[in-house]
Nanobody, 123 residues
Framework: QVQLVESGGGLVQAGGSLRLSCAAS????????MAWFRQAPGKERSFVTA????????LYADSAKGRFAISRDNVKNTVYLQMNSLKPEDTAIYYC????????????????WGQGTQVTVSS
């Protein structure tokens, strides 16, 4: 099993930036496709972005395109989410997720989840 721990969340003004990190332990990160999801109060968990095993392929939700960037460092066993031009509607708990064999936009594809990190964007 792989254990995931997110960090880097916080309070930021609209237009600002944050960089989230997801540190993996217990298994080699390169064995997993990785993704970020988010969940706002009263809403379902939704896809933000994903990256394949090698880092050569990425997917983005329409809301994240052009503003967010996912990357991975398989040596450091860490995945990153760079978030720029943040908006109040980006406020949510952000979760890191790992999948051994599947890669895509669906929550059900991912087997392992972190505990989440809160991102709050003030207007």
């Amino acid at each position: 099993q792989v254990q995931l721990v997110e960090s880097g969340g916080g309070l930021v003004q609209a237009g600002g930036s944050l960089r989230l990190s997801c540190a993996a332990s217990g298994q080699t990160l390169s064995n997993y496709a990785m993704a970020w999801f988010r969940q706002a109060p009263g809403k379902e968990r939704s896809f933000v972005t994903a990256i394949n095993w090698s880092g050569g392929g990425t997917l983005y939700a329409d809301s994240a395109k052009g503003r967010f960037a996912i990357s991975r460092d398989n040596v450091k066993n860490t995945v990153y989410l760079q978030m720029n031009s943040l908006k109040p509607e980006d406020t949510a708990i952000y979760y890191c997720a790992a999948s051994r064999y599947k890669w895509g936009r669906s929550v059900s594809m991912y087997d392992y989840w972190g505990q989440g990190t809160q991102v709050t964007v003030s207007s």
